[in-house]
Structures are given as C-alpha cells and as structure tokens.
C-alpha cells in the first residue's frame, strides 16, 4: 500500500508494525521524516535494536545483508534492519533479496528500505513485493504551485497561525528549500509558544522574523541559471550582493557545475557520463535541459568566461585604469547560461 508523507505517521500510529516498509523520493527532508516516524513507531511498539546497512554501488553486500537477516538477534526478540539505497536500484542480486525477504518475512525482523532518489521509472517487482507486505511512501518534490499550502500545514501543526499573505512571502524568500522552511516554521513555532494570545502574523511581521534564506544558497542560484530562469538568477544575485557575499565565494560552486556541464556536452553516451560522475537521476532533468540550449563549444566557453570573471573578482583583469564590475560580469555569465539568446552578453 502506497501512503503520502501527510498520512505515514497516522497509519503507524493505528497498527501495528508491518514487515516491510520503503521510504523514497527526491525530497530528502520528506524522506528524512518519514523514516524517522517508522523508526518512531519501531521504538513505541518495543523494537531497541537497529542495524543500518548501505548498499552503494559495487560496495553493496547483498550476501552480508542476507545473512544479518537471518541470523538471530541477541539482544531483543524484533529488530529494524535499515537498508540505505541512494541510487533506489538494488539490482538483480538486491531485488531477489527483498522479493524473498516479503514472501516469507522473518518474524523477529522489520525491514526498512531508504532510497534517496526515485522516479516512476524505479518501481519494480521489490518495491511491489514490499508494498503488498508493508507500506510504501514516495516522497515526491514539492511543486511550486503546491508550496504555500504545504508551508501553510506545517506551520498549523506547529501551532502557528498566519495570514496568507504571510505564508506566501515565506514561500518567496526559502524559494522551494524546504529544509529551511522547517527550520524557519520551527523558528516561527518557538516564538509563537512565548506568547499564545498572539494574532496571526501578516507579511510585515513575517518580514521581520524570516531570514531570507534564499539569498546565501548558491546551489539554487546556479539552478536556477541551468533551468533558463533568467529573472530568478538576477533576483537571487541582488539578494546576495546587498547582503555582502563576495563573489570569489561564489564562483567555486559555479565553476564546479560548469565542469561538469561541459564534461557532459563532450559526452557520447549521456547515461554513461552520469553514471561516471556520480550525477542522481533527480538532477540529470537539469543537465538535460541545460545542454538542450547551448551546444558543447559554448559551454566551454563558459567554463573559460567563468575563470575570467574569478580573476575579474580578484582584481587580476583590469581594462585601461579601471577593474570591471564583478557582479556585472557573473549576472552576465549566468544570463547567457540562462538563454541562448542572451549568449551575446559575454560579448559585451
């Protein structure tokens, strides 16, 4: 039985343990609290023991997993075996495993699978066979158009109470990162405690309580330039220069990305290259899309306009007696990653 991240702690809450259960999804906080409340639910119904196994890779030890499985536990009659799979594809050798495990599940054993990617391509006869025994719960991202709602849930099961245009202005400054959403609702719910007569907080309020935590995250930033999102790059860069971040901070993690899109533009087999690169299938869709708007030369020559604008931040390049205008010059750059036709920018 498939559940949402809303329902999980709900369902565990009226039953008991099931023997199998799959946590999954690219949004890595849903999945963080989902699988805490099976663990949760595991210590409430008296089951102290739990083994953590991660299968990555060739590193995966089915043959030792198997075994720890059926060997009998000696210090508690249940145990939660937990089986970390980042990529959420155990293989032949991995699936066959799990398909035994449920068609005969050990009585002293509660198998947790955590899979820190998925798609609807990863469902297989292994996450079927857990489903029919347990329960799956896939964490799916958070949609933009979802986001108000699901930050406006969170904060009333906090305790807080806000007025819509408070819980759009929050939406607006965490841009889509739920993990600091929670650490802001979190925020938001201790000060709430300190005075429980408060009236719901409006937008000025919400101004004046909220970080904006979308300004330092340079992730995103370069994100949202492989996405073609020109009007949320240069947003996000007034952000960060008006709160005093250098731009030689910067350009480690945009160098880094652009390395990597031009390793995978010079690429004969994508699926490959990603494979070799470690790159999770959650964010092949953002290369794909980067790649569809510029051919491979010119990602090289962002690379290279990249290194120019390092040395433009660290007043090495200067044109007659003045230095150019850092800032300037990365809004360019990125811009140009953004959309084809503001390529002409970098010539500028």
């Not at 799990?98 to 009585?107: L, M």
């Not at 433009?312 to 959309?339: C, F, H, N, T």
Request: charged share 25%; glycine share 8%.
């Amino acid at each position: 039985m498939e559940l949402s991240v809303d329902r999980i702690a709900s369902q565990l809450a009226g039953e008991p343990l099931r023997p199998a259960y799959l946590v999954a999804g690219p949004e890595t906080l849903l999945v963080l609290e989902a699988a805490d409340a099976v663990r949760a639910a595991a210590r409430a119904q008296g089951i102290e023991e739990r083994e953590v196994h991660d299968m990555e890779g060739r590193d995966a030890d089915w043959d030792g997993l198997a075994a720890s499985i059926h060997a009998p536990s000696l210090f508690a009659t249940r145990r939660l075996v937990e089986v970390r799979l980042p990529t959420g594809k155990p293989g032949n050798e991995g699936s066959k495993l799990v398909c035994g495990f449920c068609a005969e599940p050990p009585p002293d054993v509660v198998l947790l699978v955590i899979a820190g990617d998925w798609s609807r391509q990863h469902p297989g006869k292994w996450s079927e066979a857990i489903g029919r025994v347990g329960h799956a719960c896939i964490a799916w991202q958070v949609k933009p158009h979802e986001l108000t709602g699901w930050i406006d849930r969170r904060l009333r099961s906090r305790g807080v109470k806000a007025t819509p245009d408070a819980v759009a202005r929050l939406a607006q400054r965490i841009e889509g990162n739920l993990l600091a959403a929670a650490q802001e609702v979190d925020k938001l719910a201790l000060l709430a405690q300190a005075d429980a007569a408060s009236k719901p907080l409006d937008a000025e309020a919400m101004d004046a309580l909220v970080a904006d935590s979308a300004r330092f995250d340079v992730f995103r930033l370069v994100d949202a330039s492989l996405n073609g999102n020109a009007a949320q790059v240069s947003r996000m860069l007034a952000g960060l220069r008006a709160e005093g971040e250098a731009v030689p901070a910067l350009m480690g993690m945009v160098v880094k990305e652009l390395q990597t899109v031009a390793a995978l533009a010079r690429a004969r087999n994508f699926a490959a290259e990603c494979k070799a690169l470690r790159i999770w299938d959650s964010k092949q869709a953002v290369y794909k899309r980067a790649l569809g708007k510029h051919p491979p030369e010119r990602w090289q020559r962002f690379l290279v306009e990249a290194g120019r604008v390092d040395r433009i931040a660290k007043g090495r390049v200067r044109i007659g007696e003045e230095s150019p205008d850092a800032w300037l010059q990365l809004e360019r750059l990125l811009l140009a990653m953004a959309d084809k036709g503001a390529a002409r920018l970098l010539a500028s």
